[in-house]
C-alpha cells in the first residue's frame, strides 16, 4: 500500500498482473515513474522560471486524473489544469490543493460551485465577470475570486479579442471581489512543422501583454505553451507552461518529437479468452469481413470499442501475442476482437496480450494506433473507457488500483 492514499479499507484485489487475477484480463497498466521521469525531463528544459501547469482534463488524458496529478505535483508541477468544474472538484475532493485552473467556458449556474472549491476560472467574457462578481458578492467569502483572462491570437475558439482582453484584465484587476491571476493564450498550430503562426500568435500576446504595462495593469501570471510549444522552442515559456500530452510520454504531433528521456506512461494489456480453431473458409465476426483462407488459429481478447478499442481497427489492427504481432481478424466488437495467430504459434487460454505497449514489445504504441484508426492519440487515450481498471505501477509494483466500482488499495506485486 506504500505510496497510496486510498482508503485501505477497500478489499484489495488479488495478483492483478498475474495470470490468478480476481480483475478484468483488460486492464490499463499506468507506470507512476514514467510519468514523473516525464515531468522531470520537461521541467529541465524549461527556462529557469518556468513553471508546470500539469493538464488532468479528461480523466488524465484516460490515464486516472487523481493519480496523474498527485504524480505530476510530487515531481515538480505547481499548477493543474481541467476542462470542467466537475473534473476540478474531483481534485479537490482527492485533496489537491494546488492552484487548479478551467480552461473551457463555464456555464453560469456552475460558478458558485466552482468558488466554493477555489477553482480558478478562465474568462473572455464581460458577462461572465459579471456572474462570477455577483455569486462572490452573495456568498460574502473572503477571499477574492481568481481568474485568468483569455485571450484571442489567432485560435478563434475561446478567448477575447486583444483590446478586450486588455480591458478584461483591467477590469478584473481593479475588482476588490476578484483576483487577476493569470492572462494567457492557446496556440493553434503549434505542433506543426511550419512554426510562423505560432510565432505570430505569440507575437499578438506580447503587444497585449505591453497593453497591460502601458495601462498600469499590474501583470500576472503569463501562459501560452502547449505541450507542443513548450517541446519546440524556449520561445513560448513565459511564467508557465500548460503540458498536457507530454506528460504521458505522448509526442503532440509526427512533426514535434518528445525528448528523448521521455517514456509512455499507459499500456494497456489483456488475456486470451478462447482459442478458436478456424477452418478454411470459416468467417469471422460481424459482417463476415475476414475469410480463413487455410486451417488457422485464432484467438479471442475481451476488449472492444466500448474499452475504446476502436472500430476503425477492423481488419487493420494488430496487437502482441508472444512477443510477435497478432493481426486483428474481422470487425472489432463491442466487447470483444479475435486476433490470428501466426502459422506454427501457439496460443492458450490466459496468455497474454498485449495490446498498447511501450515501443518496446510486439504490440502498437498508442499513438500506432491512433494511426491506424485515422485519428490522434489524445482521442484514443481520452477514449480508454471507465470500466477499464487502471493498474497503477511504481518501482514494479501495483500501489493502487482504480475500476468504475471506484478505487481500491492495492498492495500486491508484479
Ligand atoms: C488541452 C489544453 C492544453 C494542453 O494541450 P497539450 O497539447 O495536451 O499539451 C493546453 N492549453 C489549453 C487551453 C488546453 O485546452
Do not use: W
Not at 466552482?114 to 455569486?135: F, G, I, K, N, Q
Not at 510562423?196 to 498600469?216: N, Y
Request: glycine share 10%; hydrophobic share 45%.
Amino acid at each position: 500500500m506504500a505510496g497510496s492514499s486510498f482508503d485501505p479499507g477497500v478489499e484489495a484485489p488479488m495478483g492483478i498482473l498475474g495470470q490468478k487475477s480476481s480483475s478484468r484480463a483488460t486492464r490499463a497498466v499506468v507506470d507512476l515513474d514514467a510519468l514523473s521521469g516525464n515531468v522531470r525531463s520537461i521541467l529541465r528544459s524549461l527556462s529557469p522560471k518556468t513553471g508546470l501547469m500539469a493538464v488532468v482534463k479528461a480523466n488524465g488524458y484516460g490515464h486516472g486524473a487523481v493519480m496523474v496529478a498527485r504524480g505530476a505535483v510530487d515531481a515538480g508541477a505547481t499548477n493543474l489544469a481541467v476542462a470542467t468544474v466537475g473534473e476540478g472538484v474531483r481534485l479537490r475532493a482527492a485533496g489537491l490543493s494546488e492552484p487548479i485552473l478551467v480552461l473551457s467556458p463555464i456555464d453560469p449556474s456552475e460558478v458558485e460551485r466552482a468558488v466554493h472549491h477555489r477553482l480558478s476560472l478562465t474568462v473572455a467574457d464581460p458577462d461572465v465577470v459579471d456572474a462570477v462578481e455577483t455569486t462572490r458578492a452573495r456568498l460574502r467569502r473572503a477571499a477574492p475570486v481568481s481568474l485568468h483572462v483569455k485571450v484571442d491570437t489567432g485560435m478563434r475558439r475561446n478567448g477575447a479579442p486583444p483590446e478586450e482582453a486588455v480591458s478584461l484584465a483591467e477590469r478584473v484587476a481593479g475588482s476588490p471581489r476578484l483576483r487577476l491571476d493569470g492572462f494567457f493564450t492557446h496556440f493553434a498550430s503549434a505542433d506543426e512543422s511550419d512554426e510562423r503562426f505560432t510565432l505570430d500568435q505569440a507575437a499578438v500576446f506580447d503587444r497585449c501583454v505591453g497593453r497591460l504595462t502601458a495601462r498600469g495593469i499590474p501583470v500576472p501570471r503569463l501562459h501560452a505553451a502547449n505541450s507542443a510549444a513548450a517541446l519546440r522552442s524556449r520561445r513560448y515559456d513565459y511564467d508557465l507552461v500548460r503540458v498536457g500530452i507530454a506528460l504521458y510520454g505522448l509526442p503532440p504531433s509526427p512533426a514535434v518529437p518528445l525528448l528523448p528521456s521521455m517514456r509512455p506512461v499507459l499500456t494497456l494489456r489483456s488475456r486470451v479468452a478462447r482459442v478458436i480453431d478456424l477452418v478454411s473458409g470459416d468467417t469471422v465476426s460481424y459482417g463476415r469481413t475476414y475469410r480463413a483462407a487455410e486451417n488457422e488459429t485464432a484467438a479471442l481478447v475481451p476488449i472492444g470499442y466500448a474499452d475504446g478499442y476502436p472500430r476503425a481497427l477492423s481488419g487493420r489492427g494488430y496487437m502482441g501475442l508472444g512477443g510477435v504481432r497478432a493481426p486483428v481478424r474481422g470487425r472489432v466488437c463491442m466487447d470483444q476482437t479475435v486476433i490470428g495467430v501466426v502459422p506454427g504459434g501457439r496460443v492458450a487460454v490466459g496468455d497474454e496480450v498485449a495490446v498498447v505497449g511501450d515501443g518496446r514489445d510486439a504490440a502498437p504504441t498508442l499513438t500506432e494506433i491512433a494511426r491506424l484508426a485515422g485519428t490522434i492519440n489524445y482521442e484514443i487515450a481520452t477514449g480508454i473507457a471507465a470500466r477499464v481498471p487502471r493498474l497503477y505501477v511504481r518501482a514494479g509494483t501495483v500501489v493502487a488500483v482504480e475500476d468504475d466500482t471506484g478505487p481500491h488499495a492495492a498492495a500486491l506485486h508484479e
